[in-house]
């Protein structure tokens, strides 16, 4: 009977394929960039749980000192959703021709965001004449502005030094530098480096609300593999919030063994995520456009 012997053979072939990874088993690859940083808890816990996974998504994971540091990469067409902050998303959306969107916030507070100085700097007043350092065209930028602007120190008498987030510690504890404002956890490391000479001079209540958003190219983001990607990578992300703001050991476990932070300077963080992300949808263009604004007259 060689019909029925031909069909019983198509049949286990197609039952062979279907058994073997194919291509609609195949993971989605995707590559994030992100940093060192405790608001990245909710990616965090994604990965370390196997949520990526579960969506279907195969995901790299590049970690950058600072989101400006980020971009420079992701200008040259690398990465395909990017971690940043607000002020270096804008910059970025104008200086791309606006080849960029934001698609969700992550998270936002003022207490991450620190002035550690050295222990002779009292207030803000003896900064001026002196060297202070942040990664420049991050949010510490636009906290610098207004920090001395709010506590009438002339900007021009304050020299700002444009280092990356990883030597400000060295450079502070060595006295190259007399301040400098940033993003925890880097204020945390550098006082267990130097606690006898630095301290925490302010957080940024009152001047900045700093933000961590993701975003990617509008071209991506239109294609139909690129919105799946994207729409399954914000539904994972949302269950690692979940896990994230209720098991603080996990968080604290996984940037041990990842990034080496003490347990205090990962609470120091995680302790100032006030704004996590609650939204299930992508931030509209129009909304994005309507941000870039008014960050632009920060």
Same mark, same amino acid.
């Given at each position: 009977m060689p019909g029925k012997t031909t069909m019983i053979a198509a049949v286990a072939i197609a039952a062979a394929a279907l058994a073997t990874p194919g291509s609609a088993q195949t993971p989605l690859k995707m590559t994030l960039f992100g940093q060192p940083s405790v608001n990245n808890d909710s990616i965090w816990l994604a990965?370390?749980?196997g949520l990526y996974k579960a969506e279907g998504l195969d995901v790299t994971y590049r970690l950058f000192p600072s989101g400006t540091t980020a971009f420079q990469s992701f200008q040259t067409g690398q990465g395909d959703i990017v971690m940043t902050g607000?002020?270096?998303?804008?910059?970025?959306?104008?200086?791309?021709?606006?080849n960029y969107r934001t698609i969700a916030a992550i998270e936002r507070d003022a207490k991450g965001y620190v002035v550690i100085a050295a222990k002779e700097i009292a207030k803000p007043q003896d900064l001026t004449g002196k060297i202070i350092a942040t990664r420049v065209g991050s949010t510490g930028s636009w906290f610098i502005s207004e920090y001395? *602007?709010?506590?009438?120190?002339?900007?021009?008498?304050?020299?700002? /030094?444009?280092? #990356?987030?990883?030597?400000?510690?060295?450079a502070l504890c060595g006295g190259e530098i007399?301040?400098?404002f940033i993003w925890q956890p880097i204020g945390s490391r550098t006082l267990e480096i130097c606690p006898d000479k630095a301290h925490q001079l302010s957080d940024a209540t009152g001047y900045v609300q700093g933000y961590l958003v993701a975003g990617a190219r509008p071209e991506?983001?239109?294609?139909?593999?690129? *919105?799946?990607?994207?729409?399954?990578?914000?539904?994972?992300?949302? /269950?690692?919030? #979940?896990?994230a703001e209720k098991d603080f050991p996990a968080v604290a476990a996984y940037a041990k063994a990842k990034l080496d932070l003490s347990e205090k300077a990962t609470r120091d963080q995680w302790d100032t995520n006030s704004g996590r992300w609650r939204s299930t949808r992508f931030i509209t263009t129009t909304s994005a456009r309507s941000a870039a604004g008014r960050g632009r007259r920060s």
């Open positions: 990965l370390e749980r607000d002020l270096p998303s804008v910059q970025y959306f104008f200086r791309s021709n606006g001395l *602007k709010k506590n009438g120190v002339d900007a021009s008498k304050v020299n700002v /030094k444009n280092l #990356d987030t990883q030597v400000l510690p060295a007399a301040a400098f991506w983001l239109a294609s139909a593999e690129g *919105k799946d990607i994207a729409t399954r990578w914000l539904r994972a992300t949302i /269950k690692g919030r #979940d896990l």
